[in-house]
């Protein structure tokens, strides 16, 4: 199936990128900070903190975009409760634009919305994805903070968003299997895709100390790479309160404010909050996703 952006009679993978000047800020804007949420290993929450951190930065009164790129398998409008009427398939056939399809949430919080169950939304790669990202040059929302929810794992389509952020937060478990996946995928992410700079996120452990020896043995794992900067972002504690907020169709931060895990994802939504933008493009879609969020026109050129 072909890829299409709306008004354009090209397929995406007909474009190449093309200049490379800096991008400017527009004006009265700061730039936007995007961040990609990912993990090496599926069933320790990333979706969950990836909602509760955007809802958390949002009720700090970021304006905050929640991009679910998990691409095919989307569940971020039904952990919210919310109903969308229309997904990126849609955009990526050129039946709509990118702004017509965001939902709104709690706090203001703005979404855009995935589709489920589309086998070839989970095959797509760097060029769709490029696509994708492309389509934020027709939205008008004004926000100063992207967040990406990409699928698990390692894909062309992971590695594009993660790429093209400016953070990357990844989530690991203290069990073997998460921890060697999220270590694999920082180092393909460094090797392949010259992802520089990662936070660690601890998920779904008991205590503050636990997080810390897990954080411990991810430093041991990575002694070698001397060019990789990692650094511990925080945990979020194992807690019964998440999957009840789940049963409810609620963030946690919403449903219950005053539980541990809660109360962390609060801090982890101010921690975030304070970290510096970054102004400069580290990767081409970086570049991309820099300039159009910005509303900048971007010079592209068609192969031959």
């Given at each position: 199936m072909g890829v299409f952006l709306r008004g354009n009679s090209m397929l995406v993978s007909d474009f190449k990128l093309g200049s490379r000047r800096c991008p400017q800020t527009a004006s009265g804007h700061g730039p936007v900070r995007t961040i990609a949420v990912t993990s090496g290993k599926g069933g320790i929450g990333k979706t969950n903190i990836a909602v509760n951190l955007a809802l958390g930065m949002a009720k700090d009164g970021a304006r905050v975009m929640l991009l679910d790129a998990d691409l095919g398998m989307a569940n971020v409008d039904v952990l919210l409760g919310l109903h969308a009427r229309s997904s990126l398939l849609n955009v990526l056939r050129g039946e709509l634009r990118l702004e017509e399809i965001v939902i709104h949430g709690p706090d203001d919080l703005m979404i855009v919305p995935a589709a489920s169950g589309i086998k070839h939304l989970t095959e797509l790669g760097t060029a769709e994805c490029a696509g994708i990202v492309r389509a934020f040059s027709e939205l008008k929302h004004h926000i100063d903070t992207l967040i990406i929810d990409t699928a698990t794992g390692m894909s062309e389509c992971v590695a594009s968003f993660c790429a093209a952020s400016s953070e990357v937060i990844v989530i690991v478990g203290n069990e073997p299997a998460s921890l060697k996946d999220g270590i694999a995928l920082i180092k393909l992410l460094h090797a392949e895709y010259g992802v520089a700079r990662f936070h660690v996120l601890a998920s779904m452990v008991q205590t503050a100390r636990e997080g810390d020896e897990l954080f411990a043995k991810i430093l041991d794992l990575l002694a070698e790479r001397h060019d990789v900067l990692v650094s511990y972002t925080g945990f979020v504690p194992y807690d019964d309160a998440l999957h009840r907020a789940v049963l409810h169709h609620q963030a946690v931060v919403d449903a219950f404010p005053r539980s541990r895990s809660a109360m962390a994802l609060r801090n982890l939504a101010r921690r975030v909050g304070g970290w510096p933008r970054q102004n400069s493009p580290r990767g081409h879609l970086e570049f991309f996703i820099?300039?159009?969020?910005?509303?900048?026109?971007?010079?592209?050129?068609?192969?031959?």
């Open positions: 820099e300039r159009l969020l910005h509303q900048n026109n971007v010079e592209m050129e068609v192969t031959s």
